[in-house]
């Protein structure tokens, strides 16, 4: 991606603007989650919903990719994926990378 590391301190400038501080990569697809899932809750979320909730920000990143589809809401509102592709990079550096292209795009473009 042309000029990465620029982009991703803007990214990390918006955020700090946002909520006072840079998130770090959990808080950031837990931000993300929240966004896609489109509400709040009336309660704090739980273990599991927080769990969720980055998973949905996970799918939603590589499905800019292609790794996954969306394939629509649930009663409650939820969002489901389908994984079309395997991500094929192993490395954690690698991965974290990958996700921060996608985070760029989702908070830029």
């Known amino acids: 991606m042309?000029?990465?590391a620029q982009k991703w301190i803007e990214v990390e400038h918006k955020l700090h603007e946002r909520f006072?501080?840079?998130?770090?990569m959990e808080g950031i697809l837990f931000l993300i989650g929240v966004n896609e899932l489109g509400r709040f809750p009336?309660?704090?979320y739980t273990k599991e919903q927080k769990q969720?909730?980055?998973?949905?920000?996970?799918?939603t990143l590589l499905s800019q990719l292609g790794y996954y589809v969306f394939d629509g809401v649930d009663e409650e509102g939820w969002p489901h994926f389908t994984e079309v592709d395997r991500v094929a990079i192993t490395?954690?550096?690698e991965q974290e990378h990958m996700l921060k292209e996608c985070m760029v795009r989702y908070f830029l473009e």
Do not use: Q, S, T, Y
């Open 42 to 44: 009336r309660n704090k």
């Open 52 to 59: 969720d909730l980055m998973h949905i920000a996970v799918c």
């Open 91 to 93: 490395g954690i550096k």
């Open 20 to 24: 006072g501080k840079v998130p770090d």
């Open 2 to 4: 042309e000029n990465f």
